[in-house]
């Protein structure tokens, strides 16, 4: 033990008692007190924040949800339908659960939107930005996971169709997807061993997001102008300046999801999914969550089995290197004049693929999901690494403080709120 | 000094073990990985016999066998012609009609789109068909004819062949 550390000395004895013995007080203090952030973040920082606060409602309602769910094919239906109908505020836990899930993904693509304009991904956060991706996933599998709990229609022909994904694989396919299901098809010990991932999913996110936010707390946070902090007056502290404003986000979240949860709870839902699971009919119309219809829409661009399921996976696991793949050294999109317009076109493209990924795979919309596929990959692979060749970007401003010097004067500049200078925001323009 | 000698000991116990070590895990991990395959109970799951006495030329029937949906269809004269005029190595799975059925009428089919696993549509007279008049699978697009093969859209393979007998002229034993 060394005998020389320096123990933080508090005005409450008890905080010294612990501090003493587990230097936690001091730990949240640096990295969640005292830790400096730019003071030029605009309300896209705040989506971090707004993702931590709905992994733990997810959690909370999940955990609940549980205490009645039945997990067995013959009950999994009517257990649900029991929650909505007889567990005191059973409906609202299963509204939030299934909006959450919902404005989960509105939140964190808002977040990856949000790395991948500013930049965040690059040195030095690369391993940030995989971590984040690693989230993604997780995420992706634990919603997938969860869908098929309410044993519907949607649920059981969804669980198929993911499931048969991995039949693709060449000669260990079928019993990959076989082992996977505890059965030859979608049954009763897939409902259970579903159930049973769905559950410790999230906790597994849990600990991946401690990694995520102590990468980032490292080299520290990005800002819309993509330059490092260089003086205290760059930055302002977490707390309080950007804990409330982080607070002001949350509140406008709350009403958002509010609204949907009592107004509108089934706007997100499939009507087919209040249909018991049948095993011999298929819907007509098989949709996949909506936040997951892009990455389903690349799956039926392509006329082939095995060339679909690879091109799904790797639009995923393509977004692991991007860090790699941009050569600009400029991180924030709004100093690189040409680059930002074909990012804004990724976001687009992205979006148009989401709906056509809604829609049957037929006639123009399996145009238009063909060209968002090849824009999609094309951003990656050329666009991406040769526009940071060719392109000239603006000059960047030598410090945070001196953005708003040039922009609205030092008098304003000086006040460090961290609110983005109205000209930023004219620039940002998302 | 006997440097050598000692690092080559050490190389061996090293080596033995993350051996060992990696032995034990794999026999630690694999009872749970096995777990996970389908049970005893899961795999006894037997067969079906169906009374096929009822159905009329050009009707179907779906029927459950290992929680699968069969088909069983008792084709007309024109599908059996359509079915057999096709050359197999035109096909993107080159199968005869001939090794598909064990009596010209009757095809019997796991009602499964081989592409990701839907339910092709066609066993009621109202169904979408497909271009090929035999199923067409509403999930991704595939197409299959009157022998069940595949001829259009993303599945692999043509809708397999469930083992059968015919236990008499009307009866059938699937599985």
């Not at chain 1, 931590?52 to 039945?70: D, H, K, R």
């Amino acid at each position: 033990m060394d005998k020389n550390r320096k123990v933080h000395q508090f005005k409450n004895p008890v905080l010294n008692w612990i501090e003493f013995r587990l230097p936690i007080i001091s730990y949240f203090k640096k990295e969640y007190g005292d830790y400096p952030m730019p003071k030029n973040c605009n309300y896209f920082w705040s989506f971090g924040a707004l993702a931590t606060i709905t992994l733990v409602t997810m959690i909370v309602s999940g955990i609940f949800l549980a205490m009645n769910y039945t997990p067995h094919t013959d009950m999994a239906f009517d257990s649900v339908e029991r929650i909505m109908r007889d567990v005191n505020y059973g409906w609202l836990m299963r509204y939030i659960h299934s909006n959450g899930a919902a404005f989960f993904f509105i939140i964190v693509y808002i977040h990856i939107v949000r790395a991948m304009y500013f930049g965040s991904y690059k040195y030095p956060r690369e391993l940030n930005w995989i971590l984040g991706v690693f989230i993604f996933l997780l995420m992706m599998a634990t919603s997938f996971l969860g869908y098929t709990l309410p044993w519907g229609q949607m649920s059981y022909w969804g669980a198929t169709v993911i499931t048969n994904l991995f039949s693709a694989i060449p000669f260990i396919g079928e019993g990959l997807k076989t082992w996977l299901l505890g059965d030859y098809n979608v049954g009763n010990a897939t409902l259970n061993r579903f159930f049973a991932l769905h559950y410790v999913l999230p906790f597994v996110i849990f600990g991946v997001v401690g990694l995520h936010v102590a990468a980032v707390h490292v080299h520290g946070s990005n800002n819309p102008d993509g330059i490092d902090i260089k003086t205290n007056n760059d930055s302002v502290n977490f707390f309080p300046y950007m804990l409330i404003k982080d607070t002001v986000a949350m509140c406008a979240f709350g009403v958002a999801i509010s609204a949907v949860i009592f107004f509108g709870p089934n706007l997100m839902a499939e009507v087919d999914n209040y249909i018991p699971a049948d095993p011999l009919v298929t819907p007509a119309h098989i949709v996949p969550n909506w936040y997951l219809a892009p990455f389903y829409a690349i799956l039926r661009a392509v006329p082939d089995k095995l060339g679909g399921v690879l091109l799904m996976f790797g639009a995923i696991v393509i977004l692991f290197v991007l860090p790699w793949l941009d050569r600009s050294k400029v991180r924030s999109c709004n100093y690189r004049p040409i680059y930002k317009w074909f990012m804004m076109g990724f976001f687009v493209n992205f979006f148009a693929l989401g709906y056509v990924g809604m829609l049957p795979a037929e006639g123009l919309y399996l145009l238009i999901a063909r060209v968002g596929l090849l824009y999609y990959f094309g951003f990656f692979f050329i666009i991406t690494p040769f526009v940071g060749w060719i392109e000239k970007p603006r000059k960047l401003p030598l410090s945070i403080s001196d953005v708003y010097a040039k922009n609205i004067g030092p008098n304003i500049g000086a006040g460090g709120t961290g609110m983005p200078s109205p000209a930023m925001q004219k620039d940002t323009n998302l | 000094m006997a440097k050598k000698p000692n690092n080559k000991r050490r190389d061996f116990l090293q080596l033995s073990t993350i051996t060992l070590g990696a032995v034990g895990t794999g026999a630690f991990i694999w009872p749970f990985i096995k777990s996970m395959s389908p049970a005893e109970d899961t795999l006894a799951a037997g067969s079906t016999e169906v009374d096929i006495s009822t159905i009329e030329e050009g009707q179907s029937i779906t029927i459950k066998w290992r929680g699968k949906p069969v088909f069983i269809k008792k084709r007309t004269k024109d599908e059996i012609d359509a079915a057999k005029m096709v050359q197999a190595s035109d096909l993107r799975d080159p199968q005869d009609d001939a090794d598909r059925v064990q009596k010209e009428e009757w095809l019997v089919l796991v009602g499964v789109c081989t592409h990701l696993g839907c339910v092709p549509l066609g066993q009621k007279v109202s169904d979408m068909k497909g271009e090929y008049d035999g199923w067409y699978c509403p999930c991704h697009g595939s197409h299959y004819d009157t022998s069940g093969r595949i001829r259009k859209g993303p599945a692999p393979k043509n809708l397999d062949v469930p083992p059968y007998t015919f236990l008499n002229d009307n009866t059938i034993k699937i599985g």
